[in-house]
C-alpha cells in the first residue's frame, strides 16, 4: 500500500513537470533568462499549496501477542490537503534556509482485524525550518534537494470527539525530519516550483491508554508523511 502512494505521487508529480515544462518553452524565447532577475534578491517570501498522504507507522506490544480479540493493528494512510507561507533566504549561490509556517488538514486511521478502523482527523499548525541545495540554472530550471526539521501541534485535539473515552489518544506535539526534491521554473514575475517530500516522526506519539485493547496493542507509533507543494515564489 505504502510504495503505491509513492508510485502515485510522483506520477502526479512528473506529470505536472511535463505541462509546466512545455508551457514555459511556448511563452518565452530561448535567450530569454529570467532567472537572472532574482538573482540579486538575497530573500524572498510565497506560497505553497498543496496535498499530502498521511498515515501511521506502528510496532505491537506484547500484548498484542498474548490477546485473542485483536489479531490486525496497522496503520491506514488518507488524503488531506496543506497551505503554508514561505519566507527563503538565500546563503550564497546554492543554498537557501526555508521557513514555511502553515495548516496541514489531515486525517489518518489505525485498522483493526483488517475491519475496524479508528480514524483521527487532525489540523496541524506546522513550523519546517529546512535547508535547500539547487543545482547550476539551465534555461530558467533548476533542481533541488531540501531537507530539515518540523514541528507540528494538533489544534483539534482538544475537542470533544477526540477525548472520547473509547477512542486512541495521539499526542497533539509532534516533531519530524523531512526529505524532498523538486525543481524551480522561472518566469517573469515569480518562481514555480512543484515539491515532493517525505516527513517521518522522531518520537512516539501514543498517549497510552491501559482500559482500551486497541491501545494496549500498541507500543510505538509515529507520524509519516507524503506531501505534494505546488510553490509560488517571487
Not at 499549496?49 to 505491537?60: A, E, P
Not at 497551505?83 to 533566504?89: K, S
Not at 507540528?152 to 516533531?175: C, E, G, M, V, W
Not at 486497541?214 to 507524503?226: A, D, G, P, R, Y
Request: hydrophobic share 40%.
Amino acid at each position: 500500500m505504502h510504495s503505491v502512494h509513492r508510485r502515485e505521487i510522483v506520477g502526479i508529480f512528473l506529470i505536472f513537470l511535463g505541462v509546466f515544462t512545455s508551457l514555459q518553452a511556448q511563452i518565452r524565447s530561448r535567450d530569454n533568462y529570467n532567472y537572472l532577475d532574482f538573482q540579486g534578491k538575497s530573500y524572498y517570501f510565497g506560497m505553497a499549496f498543496g496535498t499530502n498522504f498521511s498515515g501511521y507507522r506502528i510496532n505491537q506490544s506484547t500484548f498484542f501477542i498474548g490477546n485473542d480479540s485483536i489479531r490486525i493493528a496497522e496503520g491506514k494512510r488518507k488524503g488531506g490537503f496543506n497551505i503554508h507561507m514561505i519566507a527563503n533566504l538565500k546563503m550564497g549561490e546554492y543554498f537557501d534556509f526555508r521557513f514555511l509556517p502553515g495548516f496541514a488538514f489531515s486525517y489518518r486511521s489505525f485498522l483493526f482485524n483488517g475491519l475496524e478502523e479508528k480514524q483521527v482527523e487532525s489540523v496541524f499548525f506546522e513550523m519546517p525550518f529546512s535547508l535547500r541545495y539547487k543545482s547550476q540554472p539551465y534555461k530558467d530550471k533548476r533542481v533541488f534537494v531540501t531537507g530539515g526539521l518540523k514541528y507540528n501541534y494538533d489544534i483539534a485535539s482538544s475537542s470533544k470527539t477526540r477525548q472520547a473515552p473509547t477512542l486512541i489518544k495521539i499526542s497533539p506535539h509532534d516533531f519530524q525530519w523531512e526529505v524532498g526534491f523538486g525543481m524551480q521554473f522561472f518566469y517573469p514575475f515569480f518562481i514555480f516550483s512543484p515539491e515532493v517530500k517525505y516527513s517521518r516522526g522522531l518520537g512516539n506519539i501514543l498517549i497510552y491508554n491501559k482500559d482500551l485493547n486497541q491501545s494496549k496493542v500498541l507500543e510505538n507509533v509515529t507520524s509519516q508523511i507524503f506531501t505534494l507543494s505546488f510553490n509560488f515564489e517571487g
